[in-house]
């Protein structure tokens, strides 16, 4: 995404338009918009003729380019669980690894980077109710190995959650299940990156009750901050400025409804003695 990013700055800077620059390659404009959008590899041919036709004429310049689009054609991690990873999860698989700040408003479940192994379990048989348990089970173990970016220890993310009080009432799975599930939530809220806050019933309507959402933020300043939003069959993702800055109004103005953060605890603790 960022080369992408820095590909679409370079032909803007070089005052072509994207059939100009698709003339270069003997492509469509839609090709030059995919790479730029990061929605394909970048082709290392294709990438050297674009810096070419940009006026990048400096050595080391392309080559220090060339090889960092080397780096981003490989595989992520989770290439390995492509047999039961969506194509359109992917990229949210690899924006929850590289981001600074992980924020999530979730009215139906526990987020997949907190759930214990049984809630996990118990959340894919549901959303899936045909799969061989084969399946499930290389669903549940792509989401416990996502959870080891909490706790990397120099860049974890800061991950800030937003539930919804519905989360900790619907009964998934066991009892046993649930308890385990909330002591995990208690135990994941004294991380120092980790904010977790409750959406009470009696707060009463609020600006995102259309639905789940999550906000990535980066350190590398070329990319925006990027909202994900999924439905049964697929996902949105929003860069558009006018469009994160709605979610991020919204999800600021929810922080001010929530119970604050020093009260999570107490409120876990309580539901976790009545389950």
Known sequence: MVLGKRLQDLREKAGLTYEQAAQALYVTHATIRRMEKAEVSLKIPYVEKLLQTYGVTDSDEVESFLSLARQANQPGWWHRYRDVLPDWFRAFVSLEGDAASIRVYEPHYVPGLL???????????????????????????????????????????????????????????????????IAKLIEAGAQPNVRLQIMPFAVGPHPAMYGPFHIFRFHVQELPDIVYTESLVGAVYFDDRDDVTTFLEALDRMCAQAAPAQNTEAILGEIHGET
């Open 115 to 181: 759930q214990t192994e049984d809630y996990a379990r118990a959340v894919l048989k549901a959303g899936l109710p045909h799969a061989p348990d084969e399946e499930i089970e290389r669903g549940v173990a792509l989401r416990m190995e996502r959870q080891a970016v909490l706790n990397r220890k120099d860049d974890a993310p800061l991950l800030w959650c937003v539930l919804d009080e519905t989360v900790l009432r619907r009964p998934i799975g066991s009892p046993g299940i649930m308890r385990a599930q």
